[in-house]
């Protein structure tokens, strides 16, 4: 299976709790569309305590998987925006 891109984007956007508003990370996200998974080698600043736990209000808003053999987070629908 093909490996995501070693270097990956260069773009950064901020990742926030739909809940409380909270901003969780600063992710390297590559193309347009929603935001579906995060790589955990792409997260370049990461704002929560415990993994995929909101800090602020306790939400779990992911998953923590493997995706094509990379550590990932699955993120869980509409529980983040990103700007």
Do not use: H, W
């Not at 370049?44 to 909101?54: A, G, H, L």
């Amino acid at each position: 299976m093909a490996k995501p891109n070693k270097k990956g984007p260069t773009k950064t956007v901020d990742i926030y709790c739909s809940k409380c508003r909270t901003q969780l990370f600063k992710y390297r996200k590559g193309g347009k569309g929603a935001l579906v998974k995060c790589f955990k080698e792409r997260i370049s600043k990461d704002f929560t305590t415990t993994p995929c736990t909101c800090p602020q209000c306790e939400v779990i808003f992911a998953r923590d998987t493997l995706i094509k053999g990379t550590p990932a987070f699955k993120i869980i629908g509409d529980k983040v925006f990103f700007k």
